[in-house]
């Protein structure tokens, strides 16, 4: 998405991670902290604000957070200090809660029975109203996150009362009573982790293990249907040093870990030195309702290497570009995109349509988000900052550009302009998802509906507003069988997806 | 080259950039320090040690440098103290010089007549005799770094004596006179920037313009074959703010400049308010030889946008992948390369062999050098912190692996480990440049003989080390015939490049 | 007390400050956050470890904190967003609670009715059970702070209801029905502030104003008896700015303040912009004891220009060194001390003695704690690095040197080295307060009895073990009548002094 | 000084210091760079902008400098690298040569003999005509700095030549003969380092020898008259670990050393291994010219523990005060100073008068000078942000201040209307040296003429301009008196001073 490198405004919310020490292993053998730290790396193009970790050594959490890339938050100094045999972290774009130290999760608090540590991606549809409730018992409330809420909602003690110590599973079913969506949580207690994703399976979250020696890195979910699977086959595996719970398995190879394993919708996964063990799943409150599992996630978040529902996000992402050049054939010498996100679309594109592939741009990897604002003349220049024209492989020639989609719309134009001042003769636009026309309550940070130029303009419109020589984008039900068509869960599974941005209807209702 | 991304060992050697604002342009309109400021940013592939910038006011010179990038080193408070109507700017890694502060560029030092600025690209073959003789004399040397060397043999009053003040020409001769090569350099005085190439045109150096309008960003070349070209067809232009010498092109569109002429080797353009002026070309000592432009910089270092000899980068390195395919085709389901640097040359193969371009990896553009070391374990990891597999890309399939070069050989390995535990049933290894086996003197820090792994195995040898069911380099006649089937310089002009990494024939005689 | 420059063992606990607008004084005029910036500064002896200042500009709450000094941690931009027309502030030394950002201080939480903040100088004798309590509620706890606990029972509505609103004072009462001692603390409601001092009056607190004006400094606490008198005698004053609360009267000049009044034991003074209100005073639950003021806050803590009970520190201390001098006398040549806290009982013992009061001691103010650590062999030198002997001074001659107190006793022995080596022929020690035998829960970080010296050694052994020809002690009734002896409240008000440290007896019972 | 506070106006110009490894002691037990760094931290005083260290190990020299502090430009990091078994240091206040990194010192140069560092403290009294003819000679100069002339003057091979290798002697005199003030220097080579004072002994220098038991800190110059007794008593010392050269003797208490001896004017002294060792005298070019050693180190800026001319600082201080006394008798209740460098004065003052001393102001030292700029209001409270009044020390009372000088007089009205407005009945100046009225050229930044306050008022008009009730001065006489009084070299030795800044009497004649 070309809007995305100097706007910020269609981003991600989070990344969690979690790593358990298997049964019989030292703590120098699992190196939870740098396995964490390494995690996160992985999840990092799901936030860069602020990263945190927190391990757990008997009675003691130790945490460090702080303010920028994982990189910068941990040393090696930070990372020696966070002992223990299990530990979580956190990667953090803001959606709710202001850009400072204290929103940074994971969130620690005491409670009577132990210390626990939250870590949350996605945002609460209804944050308002469960906000005031806790407000309204007398309770001071530090921050302006929602991941607060969560936690102080899972510290709690149930109304059904915990006669033999904490019952998590009372309290993580208190917490979807109260609020349904979204939330995949990492949730660390003195003696275990639990996994834990929304009854509508917004926000992805699996379970991988991490063993001494890898040999494959191969995902075989087939051989994992169930988290029973997994402890029946162990006896068959290499050593394993830790099981690991993650946004995303993009986050596995980095660690050596393989991916095991998708948290189902509404499902409670308990990770101890034994393994993980499945506590059961949490319908929504309307049964009926299917998963709403984000479709932005495959269009445009993850990382194209992850793997979600049984397929690799990049094969999703070059089936959309098939589709789009299906749907929205033009004649052309050259196919290409913005680097660098919509390759795989734009690959599909050129197979599709027999039209070669090529760069059309280079891309300086130096200008980055905090790069000093020079006078006007310079700042006008906007895109070329970024951007360098490799002229001679469209001088004359007609480019199809693709993108992975448009959310304000202000970037593509001076690409446009800097392809034609650079030679192209024509410049089609093909948008490889619909558009982008209704805002998102749970966990992206999409402009409101009057900043979405989906809204304000026609394709037709867009097209000559911006330059370019036509501009059209996927259809709803292109994307949506795009990627479904892929998905490879066993059979019982029922699988759906929020298309609320694209469309409008929302898994639950709106509360205001 | 995979090489690069832990190991640092083939680097380039530095970037220079100069601004002289033009006759009646006003000093806000030409934004002097701001336009080096981007500028050395387009130029940051070629050095991230450091970054300095030297701005001439009348008799005052503003000089600020620091060590990293360019935009840590440059905020908005540095710029405003850089006035001017003129500046030199220079990003650097060492080649000679230990990495500190002082060794920072461009050298500023006071003179008889004036301040002058110093900012060099290259490195002095010579370095060690002509630095004693300066020493002999009783001059003490504060730096270890030949661009002092330089920069005190420019200060030197000329034998030829200066009887009416400073005279440019004589110094620069005689600099020419103790040392050949190499050097591209970007002199300020008090009144002008002088950019001057070593006589054997060993790095690149050009010059472009900015004007206030910018309609187009292709290189015309073929208008201005020499300088007085420019001048005579500068009225039919737009209105010119200023003047530009850069080490590459790629760095114009970035500043809305565009290319004029390239310097020749040995030539001395003048840069004033009036516009370039080339004040003659400098011989090299031994008149039949030919230039020795470094061939690596169309390889490896510059960047795919840049144009050298009239083509453009990225066509040559397409190129030297069609060569590749043909020299050494190979049986395969899937051609591609390690992200970034060899997508043309693995494009070009793609074309020529018919075998179909995919990704096989992503880059984790978040792990950096700087990132701490892990436990044992993790370390061993290696490439997978950086690379994720897309083995639904590649799984049961064979790759071919495309790639610029190989110094040490010590990444292709893991990379070709990683990519078989996900799934390639085959991994062929094709590098689109000869074996490396010989230093370079001249501004590329190449390891010793001894560490280049193409000195202690052929390539069966080195296939069967790090995995490879083969592995196959380009030949030195098929890189430099994809290269110099491109030049488009007019035909009176002489045509040659720099092996001596490749082939141990340095273009001057090695001193000791 | 020498003790203190290179251990940090007898810690100040805090400071607190608070600075609201006058009524119908611009927000420009007023300057609150630059106001209360300057106010900490004045207070920064008080607390090293981090400063924190929270406004408050109608219905928003604005914040900075961050670890260490103020100068740091403030700067114009931070101060700048600062916006409203009142806020408050603290600087912290941590007695309990580790020494995180999370930690400090003023606290902000969002409650029912409006944001409050809340910043404590003090310890809860009591904070284990308190915190128990909330704890078992089911409440998390997300610092080790007291001082979070402090806040969570101000923002527990009161057991008697809130029919129309909140009711500051109900929930005070709540406070002081859970915790008896120590606190003084400055809480900002969205519409005023509340300064409030434990029922045993244990830390200090007072109330300045701050006129556009400032014609005098001296406090004249005599015409303001009462805040009712403050109230009467306004239309005759200078135009007011804005309504000051301090820990410290020390910090009044430095912004252009003078004293008013001091908060009496258990009084609750409300500060809006018409000027303060007292709502009243809150026995202790043992209505018969006498409040507890701090005796170490005249000995060591507060600022010798500071007023507490209408008299100067500065007096107190030299009334202290006048009364050790007819307590302990000595034969020597000079007296003198360590620099710089005990100069004015150095002063108050020549006087006494007729003994001339000399320097033997230079201090270099530019080693600090963080000092690097030496080699073995430097780090023996101690003392040195901070002191250099004014030999000359004192060689040959006998010296008495005066120190406020000594808590483990082990920096007084090398500086009585360094005298010896540098010609002095005797070194008597003495104390201008009573041995150190008992640990402090009441805001001030003392070692424990066993780290104690005073506790191990009896005076004469400690002299013989410093290498003292003689080492003395003022007795607890010396010290506690030098201090009574000068105070200068109204006769109705009653008088009292913890002396726990010295004593034993603590003020309120001890709970474990 | 008063003025001091906020201007930095008459600012100290820089500390050298040395150590060199005795023979037969390993490099782990001499410990050379943290000798070093705490030798500089004795000489912060003399200057706060940069810090410096260069050692030598064998034929390396490793250097670190930084802006600053020495504690913020040295860490245990830093300090490692520092290897080798001599090394200089050098802390800097700019007298001439801008605030940049690049003009800190040491200067280090490569030479044809060998590398050498060289730490200067003093100024070129006719800088301007040895810079212009270095770069008459065709040299380039990269500095502002009057240190890099010099350490390119000691670089020059001397015109007698060196047929044996490197002759310093030779060079130094070489240096001599171009500039004879002022300048005391540590120079360092391959083989050792040279300390050196100019021929009118300007700036100070010692010798001291740092044992591995110290057993005393009295300076016993007496029994080392000259170097040659030194080595002819170190058979019945204790084991020598190192030798020192150092600005002032205040450092050696500090890193354990004791004074030994005092460089005379124009003395070269080479410390090896072996020992210190004098290699001569240069006589000042007009051979009968006394020495000119500057009489503001006693007055204002050296520590009140060094020794020069075998007295203590703080002596010539105190006698200072007494003279004062009896020069300008005042009638009052109390003498105090302004904290802190007139303590010792203004205690002679009230030794001589019989006036009891007693502070009247608390000195915060945590506002510092890069301290923000608040609001108009809060800035123009000036002094008391930084001075708290202890008025009861003083109310009602006729108050005697003694400082020890004045430069601009722009503080000292604020301080006198600080005690006012606090009640002193009425506040007397008294100044321990005579007026400021001539600017220094020899490394002291005084200001212009135009802005030294004593050229513009007489002291009645600076009386009344400040709002004093009387300002009196010490005479040229008196201050000359009471401090050569104090004197206690060996008879054959010249004494002198330079008084210029009071009398415009220069010890060499002004170059334009």
Redesign the interface.
Known sequence: MADKYDERKLQKACGVFACVTAEGISE??A?VA??I??GL??L??RG?ESAGIVTNCGNEFYSHKGMG???NV???VE?KKLKGNMGIGHTRYSTAGSSE??NCQP??????YSH?AVAHNGELINAKSVR?KL??Q?????T?SDSEVI??LL???PPCGEPEGPDWVARIKYLTNQTQCSYSLVIMTKDCVYAVRDPYGNRPLCIGMLK?T??????QLKRFNSLSDVQSRLHSQDEVLSWIASSES?SF????AVLMYEVNPGEIVQLTPKGPKSLGIIPPAKTDDLPAFCIFEYVYFA???SMFEG??V??ARQRSGIQLAIEAPVEAEVVSTIPESA??AA?GFS?QSGI????VL?K?????R??????N??RK?GV??KF??????F?GKRVVLVDDSIVRGNTIGPIIK?LK???AKEVHIRIASPPLKYPCYMGVNIPTREELIANKLSPEELASQVGADSLMYLSVEGLVNAIQSGITLQKERKIGHCTACLTGKYPVELEW
Chains 1, 2, 3, 4 share one sequence.
């Open positions: 120098a053998d190196d740098n396995t730290c390494l790396v992985g990092q193009h860069q890339l994982v990189s941990f040393g090696e990372l130290l204290i969130f620690v608090v005491d409670t009577i626990i005031d407000l309204r007398g309770m001071g409330l530090s302006s936690t102080q510290t709690a003690r001494r890898c040999s494959s890195y191969s995902p993009c190879p980095s660690i050596g990382r194209a290497d397929q690799m990049y094969s390759t795989p690959l197979l070669p592939y090529i760069e280079t300086n990897r130096y200008v980055g905090t790069f000093i604002q020079p006078s003349r310079l220049l070329n900052k360098g024209p490799l002229s001679e492989n001088r800097l001042q650079a030679g």
